[in-house]
Structure formats: structure tokens, C-alpha cells
């Protein structure tokens, strides 16, 4: 079984690229910077609590969810996400990812992102003591 789950991985992650059949439209930024998602109702309910509460009503055959506090490009980092478990994670989004996570309620991302901040604040940490080290040897 373990051998089919990349390859099923790799399909749910062309189906969030090619965006066909979706049925949500995702409208992400403010203006005049408003970005549209394309998604799947099952593929987003499937994964979050907070999207089956969320779209309830459709509009033209269509769900229509708006977020203008969230950058276009973290939404469509998250949905990524849910569709495949890839996540696109740096130190420069992190925070802004990790605030998506919670609202959206991915508890296990939301995990990631706090270790993988904790981790990282301890690599910093490390880096800026041998750099004041360094500096404080050479006067």
C-alpha cells in the first residue's frame, strides 16, 4: 500500500495545479492585489473543520470564500497543503503561515511550524553568539 502513496500524492497535487472541476474560488489579498484560488469542496472539508463550517452556500454552482487578511501567497501555500502535505516553510513565512494554520484549524501544521520556528530560534541563537564572539575577540 505505503508504495501507491506518492503517486496518489503527486495526483491530488496536479488536481490543486490544473484547478479542474474545482468548485471553490478562494479570493485572497486586498485590493487591488485580490488573487483567486482555485479548489475542491471535498479535498478542503476533508482536511479542516474550519472549511466544512465555512462553505455553506454556493454562488453560480460555486463556492466563494474571501480572505483579504491573508498574502495570496500563504493561502495558496495552505491549500497546497491539504491537498498533497507539502508545505512551503521559511523562516520569512513562517509566522504568517503559522497564523493561517491556527485560523484554519490544522492543528498537526500548526505543530510543524512552532518546532520548526523553536528549532531555528536555536540555530540563531548558536549563529549570533559566534558572531558576537567573533567580534568581541577581534577588539
Known amino acids: 500500500m505505503a508504495k501507491f502513496w506518492p503517486e496518489l500524492m503527486n495526483d491530488l ?3 490543486f495545479e ?12 486586498e485590493e487591488p492585489n485580490v488573487q483567486e484560488i482555485y479548489a475542491h469542496y ?8 474550519y472549511f466544512r463550517s465555512k462553505l455553506r452556500e454556493k ?12 498574502p495570496p501567497e500563504i493561502l495558496e501555500n495552505i491549500i497546497r497543503f491539504l ?18 494554520a491556527n485560523e484554519f484549524e490544522l492543528h498537526s501544521l500548526a505543530n510543524h511550524i512552532q518546532e520548526f520556528l523553536i528549532d531555528n ?8 553568539k559566534r558572531i558576537a564572539g567573533t567580534l568581541f575577540t577581534e577588539e
Open 13 to 15: 497535487e496536479q488536481l
Open 59 to 70: 454562488k453560480d454552482g460555486k463556492f466563494i470564500f474571501k480572505k483579504s487578511d491573508f
Open 42 to 49: 471535498l479535498i478542503l472539508c476533508c482536511q479542516s473543520k
Open 121 to 128: 530560534q536555536k540555530k540563531l541563537s548558536k549563529i549570533i
Open 83 to 100: 491537498y498533497c502535505g507539502k508545505i512551503n516553510l521559511s523562516l520569512e513565512n513562517a509566522s504568517a503561515l503559522l497564523k493561517t
Open 18 to 29: 490544473t484547478k479542474e472541476n474545482y468548485d471553490v474560488i478562494m479570493q485572497a489579498g
